[in-house]
């Protein structure tokens, strides 16, 4: 069998993958808004920012220092997690006592400066960034090809993602920032330091978007719009999963990503589109999200 | 004491207006009245009723998009065409603002920026709207068939009419007794509700209010400048309308005018000169209005005037 439904299954299965792979981004970057909305109480606007400097800064290290793609994986979510870290402790932490919509506007307005710095030194145009030589080609898995660098990236994100859920459901640290999201107070009354953790994490959830951006740069043009443009979609990702559970997150990012691959395939016009209209029709069934609970 | 101030100040403004374009460029004026009125309109939701609609700049985009079309394409008289595009962002703004409504606070922002993200993809991809090319040379008519609006002094004031008139209904509908209800869903909305308020409801017609006032500005924008781009509708616009909200003072009646002033000529000034570090210099005034600067310029301004006056009294 080669169709299903009249389209041929190398196309089916392509768009598929390419689906996995824009699911992976946007399950790593709406577990990252998660755990910050949780601790923080911020929608973090300059999430998609912090997607593109990762990209950038591992251009940046290859084009000028000669760092490679590996050095990259590890250095540059670290750079970002340290800039979040500043962040937090120059502006965000004055915050927390505001409406929500304070923070919200303020990582809006941190992420136009940083896509505003990157657009005035770089241009709008993209940037190539080669894939590295150990994961260039395709494995012939007989139906189908399989480019190794999209596996890759879905292998590396789903790993991440899993141990971020294992090391917030099951382990001691992840009990204490469960009790500290919880009630911050009483959690501190227990001579845990909740500052402390609000800021690492806040540091850990740009970190990731910076890890994602890495994973991006070879997959994509590395680019000062590709932040901005994928934000809005993993807001719509929020929406519909609710922002209550970790393991929420990382399924609604994955299978909405599948959902957009099999629109292009079937009706290309929507694929732009669909995740919108997925986040229309969860908001009439379950306003609450999939995930989520009404508060 | 301090109302009668209060209405010579706007009635100064008034008539610096009405003389403005004798020494003004009008075009740049009939710009920053187009956006006033749009922040104005932003401000209602955000200022009044607490609600951050991050995707505003659809209503103003949808407004000029139809106008547009109407004047362009199928000849409409302008006073029609005006009408339309108002009237096409409060049908979006229904629908949108029905589907928003379900959601509180954050979300509530979240879901619109992403409905109007959704609104400006079908806009790219639409024909009705010239996708990327946008509409160019939109004639602008005459004002029932007597005034040629061609004449930027008479579109001037045309603008000003219309301007001056949707301030003075926003201004009756912050203090009429529905307005009032909004403030109170604003401070406390539980509290409305446990007082017999179906809160769902004033929030809907306060969103479908602020988008048809968006609309108008859209609408109006397009008979200014005679062209319409997926810029009005891009989210860009949407951060611009809430950042001279922010500047000027939320909930405030005229701090919008304020901060859209302000935003305006600082982008007219800067756009020659330093390019596109301007994104960098507005998320800058974001960043510094969010931490130091909250109540906006007029809010502040206010507020020193208070107790400056406070002071007296007590001496």
């Given amino acids: ?43 973090n606007f300059a999430h998609g920012a912090m997607y593109m400097a990762g990209a950038f800064f591992a251009w940046m290290g290859l084009t000028y220092w000669g760092i490679g793609y590996w050095w990259s994986l590890i250095l540059v979510p670290l750079t970002v997690g340290v800039v979040g870290v500043i962040i937090e402790r120059t502006m965000l932490q004055w915050l927390y006592q505001l409406d929500h919509l304070y923070g919200l506007l303020l990582t809006f307005g941190l992420a136009l400066m940083i896509e505003g710095a990157f657009r005035y030194f770089y241009g709008s ?20 090809f399989l480019p190794k660098y999209r596996a890759w990236v879905v292998v590396v994100s789903l790993v991440v993602c899993l141990a971020t859920w294992f090391v917030i459901e099951k382990t001691k640290l992840g009990a204490y920032l469960r009790a500290a999201t919880e009630n911050p107070r009483l959690t501190q009354a227990f001579g845990i330091n909740v500052p402390l953790m609000v800021m690492l994490t806040y540091g850990f959830g740009v970190a990731l978007a910076g890890l994602g951006g890495v994973l991006a740069a070879p997959a994509y043009a590395v ?50 589109t669909v995740v919108f209209v997925v986040m229309v029709i969860v908001l009439m069934i379950r306003p609450a999200g999939l995930f989520g609970k009404e508060k | 004491m301090t109302m009668p101030k209060i209405h010579f ?87 949108i603002g029905a ?26 991809q639409s024909t009705f709207t010239g996708g990327e090319d946008g509409l160019q040379g939109i004639p602008r008519g005459t004002l029932l068939g007597v005034v040629d609006l061609a004449d930027d002094q008479s579109l001037y004031y045309l603008v000003l009419a219309i301007c001056v008139g949707a301030f003075w209904l926003i201004h009756r509908t912050i203090h009429s007794p529905f307005g009032q209800i909004l403030k109170a869903v604003r401070e406390n909305e539980a509290r409305v509700v446990s007082l ?64 859209a002033g302000v935003i305006i000529s600082l982008q007219s000034e800067l756009a020659d000169k330093v390019g596109s570090l301007v994104t960098v210099i507005m998320g800058g005034i974001f960043v510094v209005c969010v931490l130091a600067f909250r109540r906006g310029i007029v809010g502040e301004a206010s507020a020193l005037y208070q107790r400056i006056a406070g002071t007296k009294d007590i001496h």
């Avoid at chain 1, 959902?259 to 016009?269: H, M, N, Q």
């Avoid at chain 2, 509180?104 to 993809?121: D, E, K, R, S």
């Fill in chain 1, 1 to 43: 069998m080669t169709e299903i439904f009249g389209i041929p299954i190398q196309a089916l299965m392509g768009q598929l993958m390419l689906g996995l792979v824009n699911g992976s981004f946007y399950a790593m970057l709406s577990l990252g808004l998660a755990v910050i909305f949780g601790m923080l109480n911020i929608i």
């Fill in chain 1, 125 to 144: 145009s993209g940037l190539p960034y080669s894939i590295p030589e150990e994961l260039t080609g395709a494995i012939n898995l007989g139906f189908m």
């Fill in chain 1, 223 to 272: 680019s000062p719009l590709m932040g901005s443009n994928l934000i809005i979609v993993v807001f719509a990702v929020v929406v519909i999963g609710g922002m209550g559970s970790i393991m929420g997150s990382i399924l609604t990012g994955l299978s909405l990503g599948v959902i957009e691959g099999l629109t292009k395939v079937f009706y290309a016009e929507a694929s732009n």
């Fill in chain 2, 9 to 95: 100040g706007y009635l100064g403004l008034f008539v610096a207006l009405l003389f403005a374009p004798f020494f003004v460029y009008p075009v740049l004026v009939m710009k920053v009245m187009c956006f006033a009125l749009f922040a104005c309109a932003f401000n209602l939701l955000l200022g009044y009723t607490g609600l951050l609609s991050f995707g505003h700049a659809v209503f103003l985009g949808t407004g000029a998009y139809v106008t547009g079309h109407v004047l362009k394409e199928w000849g409409w008289p302008t006073e029609l065409g005006l009408l339309a595009g108002t009237l096409s962002a409060s049908v979006l703004g229904l629908l």
């Fill in chain 2, 99 to 124: 589907l928003a409504i379900r959601r509180q606070g954050i979300y509530f922002a979240m879901v619109t920026l992403a409905l109007a993200q959704m609104v400006y993809f079908l806009f790219v």
């Fill in chain 2, 196 to 259: 017999g308020f179906d809160v769902a409801k004033y929030k809907l017609v306060a969103f479908v209010l602020s988008a048809t006032l968006a609309g108008l500005a859209g609408a109006t924008k397009v008979l200014v400048f005679k062209f319409a781009t997926l810029t009005d509708a891009h989210w860009h616009a949407s951060g611009e309308v809430v950042l001279m909200t922010l500047l000027g003072g939320m909930g405030t009646a005229f701090g919008p005018v304020v901060g």
